[in-house]
């Protein structure tokens, strides 16, 4: 089967603690993205890479960290720095087409809750 | 900087009931729309892409139209049901860079 995974489903970060949540793809997409839902707040894009070795911030990466060493992988790190962490995380993956991006794929969410 | 609304943030129909849902968006040049659905506590699934050349594109019972002229796309539900109950959110894409994203109009249908 094609598709994003991602895990934990939920995930408890105590204070201080630095929290990975994984996404994986077996799409073969060029780009991955990570994003952010709190309610009534949309989608707010954290951190996204269009190729390995290479990732740009979005609107709220502070507090955040991120690695693109593999195609399938693109993995977000949860700092301490992150004061209000509490969130439903969103992985998504697309192609990349010559003018434009085509439709983005979105993994199941980690819901991450503060201890 | 583009900007995506949708209106209205929630709406509770019949079942039965024929729907618009609303988008609109602050800069035209834009090179497609999307149309995604969201169950609670679930990713997104990617209900109906219109490129920027195309007026509406159909799916079963629902049909998305774009006006890029004027920043605007409607998605129409047809006989909605029960299971149409989800947060309906639109997207638009300025190229290779990411989605922008409305926050959504949350839709229950009632039985």
């Given at each position: 089967d094609g598709g994003i995974t991602q895990s934990p489903k939920y995930l408890f970060r105590k204070e201080g603690q630095n929290v990975t949540l994984s996404c994986e793809q077996n799409l073969n997409h060029d780009a991955m993205y990570w994003y952010r839902q709190d309610p009534g707040q949309g989608l707010r894009l954290i951190y996204y890479s269009q190729i390995v070795n290479d990732f740009q911030k979005g609107d709220i990466a502070e507090g955040y960290s991120v690695s693109r060493e593999k195609k399938e992988s693109f993995p977000l790190t949860v700092t301490s720095?992150?004061?209000?962490?509490t969130a439903f995380y969103l992985c998504a993956s697309s192609t990349l087409g010559t003018l434009y991006q085509e439709t983005q794929y979105f993994g199941p969410g980690t819901r991450l809750l503060v201890l | 900087k583009q900007e995506v609304t949708q209106i209205p943030a929630a709406l509770s129909v019949p079942e039965g009931e024929n729907l618009v849902l609303n988008c609109s968006f602050t800069d035209s040049a834009i090179y497609n729309l999307q149309w995604f659905r969201q169950d609670p506590g679930k990713g997104l699934t990617s209900l109906l892409l219109i490129q920027s050349s195309q007026r509406e594109q159909t799916s079963g019972r629902l049909n998305a139209s774009l006006d890029k002229s004027s920043g605007r796309s409607t998605l129409y539900i047809a006989a909605s049901q029960p299971g149409d109950s989800a947060t309906y959110l639109c997207a638009v894409s300025e190229g290779n860079t990411p989605l922008v994203f409305g926050k959504g109009t949350r839709l229950s249908v009632i039985a």
């Open positions: 720095a992150q004061k209000n962490p | -």
